[in-house]
């Protein structure tokens, strides 16, 4: 049963860069599968971040690229994502999924990562 | 404003079917791009309910049920219980926007 466990700080300065990390037990990250995040502002609905391969390739959203990075570490079974130049927009439930065939079939439990002043 | 249109709450009683709507358009679910259904229980992550437009992973029960024609995909859920409320969410891909574009989901009441 592949599990996904995210891990990093709860509590980001604005104007600074969140980071948080997903590692992957139960299964490998190389594999066929891509490797996600996902966020969730309070009260609203879900937005899809972007996504890697085990290779190092990337597809990210169009409204957050300029900020984003996604990187693998396949020595540690893991995924990061970093968001940099938050702000209080940034704000929400980060998550972590395993990509399969399209559908996002593994979640992570979820971060709330708040942007403060 | 979401690219894929989901009703933001249906309700229904013990029992009954309902049926949740997911409205998209020729760059996404029209375009033949899968549609996938997720539910989120209150304070959890969403979890997988409907792949590739009709498939149930493995431990969904059979009343769960995903259909797919032109640029719509539909879930139903038959045999209502109590357990079923939460929020639903649909999920597919839009070539023109090159991103995984989520419904704004439905919040389902049980009655």
């Known amino acids: 049963q592949v599990q996904l466990q995210q891990s990093g700080p709860g509590l980001v300065k604005s104007s600074g860069t969140l980071s948080l990390t997903c590692a992957v037990s139960?299964?490998?990250?190389?594999?066929?599968?891509?490797w996600s995040w996902v966020r969730q502002p309070p009260g609203k609905g879900l937005e899809w971040i972007g996504e890697i391969y085990h290779g190092g390739s990337t597809n990210y959203n169009p409204s957050l690229k300029s900020r984003v990075s996604i990187s693998v570490d396949k020595s540690k079974n893991q995924f990061s994502l970093k968001l940099s130049s938050v702000t209080a927009a940034d704000t929400a439930v980060y998550y972590c999924?395993?990509?399969?065939?399209?559908?996002?079939?593994?979640w992570g439990q979820g971060t709330l990562v708040t942007a403060s002043s | 404003q979401s690219v894929l249109t989901q009703p933001p709450s249906v309700s229904g009683a013990p029992g009954q079917r309902v049926t949740i709507s997911c409205t998209g358009s020729s760059s996404n679910i029209g375009a033949g791009f899968h549609v996938h259904w997720y539910q989120q229980l209150p304070g959890t992550a969403p979890q997988l309910l409907i792949s590739g437009d009709t498939n149930r992973p493995s431990g969904v029960p059979d009343r769960f049920s995903g259909s797919k024609s032109g640029t719509s995909a539909s879930l139903a859920i038959t045999g209502l219980q109590a357990e079923d409320e939460a929020d639903y969410y649909c999920q597919s891909y839009d070539s023109s926007l090159s991103l995984v574009v989520f419904g704004g989901g439905t919040k389902l009441t049980v009655l």
């Open positions: 999924a395993r990509t399969a065939a399209a559908a996002l079939d593994y």
């Open positions: 139960g299964g490998s990250i190389i594999s066929t599968n891509w």
